[in-house]
């Protein structure tokens, strides 16, 4: 069981806009910044966003996340095949005084 | 470029220690006043769960669930850090990453390893 809730799965079309969500509660996302990866099995994780809504130097701007309250989200516009993979949010929890992920979201491009 | 590897056993038995080593190059774990290192697993067909993280001079947290368990410890000599979890199941079974916050403890993982895949069974 995840501290903070992700749907399992999502998918789009070639092209199209799709949007992840990340659930959490005032102790994580609320009061702290919201992170996102990208996974694919055998790989080592890549950090997409930082600080809600922060791009690493590398990641395309079709990537973008925002947070509000205690809820953050991933969008990812002109979807490709290569955004295939597990997508996972993550926040630190000030009660836990540590990093909570999301249970992850599976991306398939259809 | 940072790179991390991690290294150890890919098998160990029930109730005995884990044991994995991250080696880190491209970057010194005691060069910096801002980075905090860590260990992340994933087991098979679920998600990533935090395992604990520390700094290099002496910081040091740990997952709730696991901190019973698990000692994090480093060797800047070797520029390595260490995982052990003690009295394993295989509830254990997972991937291991290490990998590197960002800017203080609470900071996204900027930098991962490729994993390891250590299996508990007898």
């Known amino acids: 069981q995840s501290v903070l809730t992700q749907p399992p799965s999502a998918s789009g079309t070639p092209g199209q806009r799709v949007t992840i969500s990340c659930s959490g509660s005032?102790?994580?996302?609320?009061?702290?910044?919201v992170y996102w990866y990208h996974h694919l099995p055998g790989t080592a994780p890549k950090l997409l966003i930082y600080?809600?809504?922060q791009r690493p130097s590398g990641v395309p701007d079709r990537f973008s996340g925002s947070k509000s309250g205690t809820s953050g989200s991933l969008a990812i516009s002109g979807l490709r095949s290569e955004d295939e993979g597990h997508y996972y949010c993550a926040a630190w929890d000030d009660s836990l005084s540590g990093q909570v992920f999301g249970g992850g979201t599976k991306l398939t491009v259809l | 470029q940072l790179q991390l590897q991690e290294s150890g056993p890919g098998l160990v038995k029930p109730s005995e220690t884990l044991s994995l080593t991250c080696t880190v190059s491209g970057g010194s774990i005691s060069s910096s006043t801002i980075y905090y290192w860590g260990w992340i697993r994933q087991p098979p067909g679920k998600g990533l769960e935090w395992i604990g993280s520390?700094?290099?001079?002496?910081?040091?947290y740990y997952n709730p669930s696991l901190k019973s368990r698990v000692t994090i410890s480093v060797d800047t000599s070797k520029n390595q850090f260490s995982l052990k979890l003690s009295s394993v199941t295989a509830a254990d079974t997972a991937v291991y990453f290490c990998a590197r916050h960002d800017r203080g403890v609470a900071a996204a993982f900027d930098f991962w390893g490729q994993g390891t895949l250590v299996t508990v069974s007898s």
């Open positions: 600080r809600n809504n």
């Open positions: 005032s102790s994580n996302i609320g009061r702290n910044y």
């Open positions: 520390f700094y290099y001079s002496g910081s040091t």
